[in-house]
């Protein structure tokens, strides 16, 4: 089913309180930084984890990918809650290569990860959805370049930082942010939720 998109580019949930000042929504996540920086925007919101299949299909493109798991977030929050209170979700991928790197399973796997990622620019893509009586989404795009990096240096990050629920094993607000010689695009956008596009989405709440 196609998406709108925008013109440019455990407790039981409770109901929350609507008032002239305050837009309330779920947030379909349970990831920290997407809560942290979602408050940067003086959002009210209650956090519920969204449990989807992240799984690529056959030679999907990655932004077709990431659009696709975002809305399935926040069609199953929804399901979930049971009410028609908006909601946002978000899903991040970072590519190579055309290829989509996603979360490693295991600390090997995010060596190798970010071994692939050394020396060498990659994409990350992070698609928004706000679903109130339809699903509308935009797409963040960030370009970042690595250093050179070898396997002990790529190994000692992984040991010392969470790079398991990370895509691409790693986080730019962390020690990789060490790694990094160029950026173009969204730095909250890499952290997991692109700022201004989310801004502009919440925007059609009021």
């Known amino acids: 089913t196609d998406i709108p998109r925008l013109d440019h580019s455990e407790e039981p949930p409770v109901s929350p309180r609507v008032s ?78 055309h290829h989509i790197l996603g979360k490693p399973a295991t600390l090997d796997e995010a060596v190798h990860m970010l071994q692939s990622l050394a020396g060498r620019e990659h994409q990350v893509h992070t698609a928004v959805v706000l679903l109130t009586d339809k699903p509308v989404n935009v797409v963040s795009s960030s370009r970042v370049w690595f250093r050179p990096l070898n396997e002990k240096q790529c190994r000692q990050y992984c040991v010392t930082n969470k790079p398991l629920d990370k895509a691409g094993a790693y986080g730019i607000q962390d020690q990789a942010a060490g790694f990094i010689t160029r950026f173009e695009g969204s730095y909250s956008g890499v952290m997991g939720l692109p700022l201004v596009e989310t801004r502009e989405l919440l925007n059609r709440l009021q």
């Open 20 to 97: 002239a000042n305050v837009i309330t929504l779920y947030l379909a996540s349970r990831s920290p930084r997407r809560r942290e920086l979602l408050q940067q925007l003086g959002q009210s919101f209650l956090q519920i984890e969204a449990d989807v299949a992240e799984v690529p299909a056959n030679a999907e493109p990655a932004l077709d990918y990431v659009r696709r798991v975002a809305l399935d977030k926040a069609w199953a929050v929804r399901k979930r809650v049971g009410d028609t209170i908006p909601v946002l979700s978000a899903d991040t991928e970072v590519v190579l290569d």
